[in-house]
């Protein structure tokens, strides 16, 4: 008897068509859902033909089957547990041989396998030739089936391919030769194996690969095992063994052997030298990847990404800001005095606002980028790069990676994944956050404004910039010649052809980076800032080391005094409003005095515009001292004792915060760790910045803010500008010393977690955190002190 219902999973890379052929295959019938316990979205679809009935899988689009992120994960597992009948590896045909590299991972599993050559069209037009008889035999006797999605080509053949196949529940029969040494130990391993193989499912001799390859996920699932013990002491001396002999890490040696196998069957199947040289492809080619103007065209063209992105995304940006300025002030209003109001108000909007503010950037530098990757741009500019970067050791791919690091490190770090090769990825995600990330700008810029001159603002700035760049080249150079010795893997010179991007795949693919960030706005920063909030606001119960309350109190006498003895009893009144007419004319002074404050908020004192509204202010002063000849003077004399009291009662207050942030955990915690940052040029207040930063760098911003008594935390940049230039401990070679240090130390939270996600385990983010967090030290300790020998200590 036949069996009627034939499960059949689609797996291949990113873009490869997969969606494409599930739509064509299924039809409307589908059915949308979750793996269970993940995010991961699962398709699954429906198709009578030939009197089976399909249920069709679209897996998640993954370039490899290591434990490296949650789609790997995820396909392994379904292909594993739920043993689909046919797993159709759907291939993007125009770049064969970085698709290969999926399909041998795909046959070790053991299941029966398809091979669609989807986008056939695109391959034969470049004048690809593929022998499908070859590429079948190396890879076991697979069969190969020609498929073109868009044009719904060789779907019935791919599915009449299927009950034959499956019906014989023929295996793979492929396996590779990883070489004596490896082998051997997969020898050894493998009959332990055995005994477990009901519980887990995994073919052995994948299994005992994965655990020479110290697959956390793997191992993991061992573990849970009741003799895994004995399975993973000689696991682990294997693997030891392993890597004296082969004199690098078992999981690099291994992919590096698969690599050159899927190179080997490339070279066999396919034909590339009649390969079509004048499609329209390579004629924008000519142009875009010239030897002469490549490198120029490709940098124009960041610049203009770069300031469309500036430029564009101020204008949300600021409507962000001034929403986030009034939610503030509407909750100040509606909440009274007390902790939930400084939580809410200082904490929560002030720090989850500061960062939200950089959304429209971040959204239109993805944009940019996911069009310029749909294009098939990316792909040039990683090849015009890679001439570049391999001096220093780093693939041309991964110049994309480090362009979004200038956008944002966490998510540059996924970008890491159109790196194939293991060592590639992590050297670049190591050096990735020395690309100033758009979350320290707000930091430099205040810096800037407040000690240096405008007209070399932007030197300083670049110079910035200029240094993380340079350091990521040298860091680079140095990783690969320690620990990743060898050859970066050689820049494989299948470029796609280039495409008009779909409007869909650009948001989608813009949406899908940029959410990260939203996300952490929503659970990092908010956690960071609430905690930021209360250790600087707690203990509440300090002594204080004078009686702010009662210099308050003094004040305000004086005042009730002075305004008795100077306005009052001069105009023989009790009180103000005795006099109707000096009422108006203190009303009028005030609302002169306010309109003026609020106009020159944004401007610096002695500047043209800051001359002309002060010019304009006394006009109307003299045109209401005209007016009330006779009592002019009282009534300036008590707008200005009145405003005397609130200066007065400010600078009591700011004294007041200054001290309780002092006494507060973060202020005893930042004395603490001042003796190690001396050096530098920091003071404990810049330490516990610092600290703060290692959550995400837009807090250094509001917890300086917060830190500088400005009091209610919102970063207002001018007078954190003035907070700045008042504070003895700074001057501008410490802010340019602090520059430096918030350039380079220890990537944020987010960034560390994506990390340890990607590559499956918490020793490269701990790598990262150490060496970048010493390096800064370094580079800034000869900063400041050079600085110092040359005088500049200001
Ligand atoms: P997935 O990520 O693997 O699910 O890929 P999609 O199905 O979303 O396809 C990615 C892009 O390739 C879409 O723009 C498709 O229209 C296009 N595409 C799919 N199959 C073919 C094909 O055979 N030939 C060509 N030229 N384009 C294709
Ligand atoms: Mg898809």
Redesign the pocket.
């Known amino acids: 008897m036949e069996k009627k219902q034939v499960t059949v999973a689609l797996v ?11 739509n064509n295959l299924t039809g409307g019938r589908q059915h949308v859902g979750n793996y269970p316990g993940v995010t991961v979205e699962k398709k699954e679809g429906y198709r009578h033909f030939n009197d089976h009935d399909f249920v069709i899988v ?1 897996l998640p ?1 993954t370039y490899s089957l290591t434990a490296f992120s949650l789609e790997e994960v995820v396909t392994r597992n379904f292909i594993v547990n739920d043993k689909p009948d046919m797993v159709i590896d ?1 291939l993007d045909t125009s770049n064969l041989e970085r698709n290969l590299y999926l399909t041998v991972q795909l046959l070790e599993l053991e299941r029966p396998t398809i091979l669609a050559l ?5 391959a034969d037009a470049s004048g690809l030739k593929i022998d499908d008889g070859k590429l079948s035999h190396s890879l076991g006797g697979i069969p190969v089936v020609r ?5 719904n080509k060789g779907m019935e053949t791919l599915l009449s391919t299927i009950p034959q196949s499956s019906d014989k529940q023929e295996k793979s029969k492929f396996a590779l030769n990883y070489g004596e040494d490896i082998e051997n130990a997969i020898q050894k391993l493998e009959p332990l194996l055995i005994p477990i193989y009901q519980k887990l499912q995994f073919p052995t001799r994948w299994l005992a690969l994965k655990l020479l390859e110290n697959d956390t996920n793997i191992i993991n699932s061992v573990k849970e095992l009741t003799n895994a013990d004995s399975i993973m002491s000689v696991s682990n001396e294997l693997r030891t063994e392993l890597i004296q002999k082969l004199g690098e890490d078992v999981e690099i040696f291994i992919a590096g052997q698969r690599y050159q196998f899927v190179g080997k069957v490339y070279e066999q199947a396919v034909d590339n030298r009649s390969v079509n040289r004048v499609t329209i492809s390579d004629k924008i080619d000519k142009v875009l990847t010239n030897r002469m103007f490549g490198l120029p065209i490709f940098f124009a063209l960041m610049w203009l990404v770069f300031n469309l992105v500036f430029t564009l995304g101020k204008v949300p940006s600021d409507w962000i800001d001034t929403g986030f300025g009034l939610l503030g002030k509407y909750l100040g209003s509606i909440i009274s005095d007390g902790p939930l109001k400084s939580l809410l108000v200082d904490g929560i909007v002030g720090g989850v606002g500061s960062v939200l503010v950089f959304i429209p950037s971040i959204l239109l530098l993805f944009l940019a980028i996911a069009i310029l990757e749909d294009t098939g741009y990316m792909a040039r500019a990683a090849f015009i790069m890679d001439r570049v970067m391999s001096r220093f050791g780093l693939h041309g791919k991964s110049f994309i990676p480090l362009l979004l690091g200038f956008g944002c490190s966490a998510t540059a770090m996924m970008g890491t994944r159109t790196l194939e090769n293991p060592r590639d990825r992590i050297i670049t995600m190591l050096v990735t956050p020395l690309m100033s990330c758009s979350a320290k700008l707000p930091v430099y810029t205040i810096l800037i404004a407040a000690f240096f001159d405008e007209k070399i603002a932007g030197n300083v700035l670049f110079s910035i910039y200029f240094l993380g760049i340079l350091l990521s080249l040298i860091m680079a150079k140095i990783f690969r010649s320690t620990f990743f010795e060898g050859q970066s893997e050689a820049f494989v010179m299948e470029l796609p052809s280039y ?1 008009i991007p ?1 409007v869909k ?1 650009v948001m989608i693919h813009m949406w899908e980076r940029s959410k990260l960030y939203i996300k952490k706005a929503g659970t990092i920063i908010l956690a960071a800032s609430i905690l930021m909030w209360f250790l600087t606001t707690y203990p509440k119960d300090i002594e204080y080391s004078k009686d702010y309350d009662m210099l308050v109190a003094q004040a305000e006498e004086a005042y009730t005094q002075q305004v008795k003895e100077e306005v009052l009893s001069e105009l023989a009144i009790e009180d103000i409003g005795q006099n109707e007419k000096l009422a108006v004319l203190i009303d009028d002074l005030q609302k002169n005095e306010e309109a003026f404050a609020k106009e020159t908020k944004e401007l610096d004192e002695g500047t043209p515009e800051y001359s002309k509204l002060e010019q304009e202010k006394t006009e109307k002063n003299l045109q209401l001292e005209s007016e009330n000849l006779e009592i002019y003077s009282y009534g300036a004399k008590y707008v200005e004792l009145t405003q005397n009291l609130a200066d007065e009662k400010e600078k009591v207050d700011n004294e007041k915060s200054g001290e309780n942030l002092e006494k507060s955990y973060a202020g005893q915690f930042g004395k603490a760790i001042e003796p190690a940052i001396r050096p530098l040029g920091f003071d404990w207040r810049v330490g516990i910045s610092l600290v703060s930063g290692v959550t995400a760098k837009e807090v250094i911003v509001s917890t300086m803010g917060t830190i500088y008594s400005i009091g209610d935390g919102n970063e207002n940049a001018h007078s954190m500008t003035k907070a700045l230039q008042n504070d003895e401990h700074m001057n501008p070679l410490v802010a340019y010393s602090l520059m430096v240090f918030v350039l380079i130390y220890s990537p944020c939270l987010a960034a560390l977690a994506v990390m340890r996600r990607e590559t499956g385990s918490w020793k490269w983010p701990a790598v990262s955190m150490v060496y970048s967090t010493t390096l800064a030290w370094i580079v800034t300790f000869i900063v400041y002190q050079g600085g110092k020998l040359l005088g500049f200590g200001g």
């Not at 989807?118 to 695109?122: G, L, P, R, S």
């Not at 498929?147 to 044009?151: A, H, K, L, R, S």
């Open positions: 291949g890379n990113p873009n490869s068509g997969k969606t494409t052929i599930f679209d689009g759907v989807n986008m056939i069209d695109v498929t073109n999605g868009v044009d495409r779909t795949s």
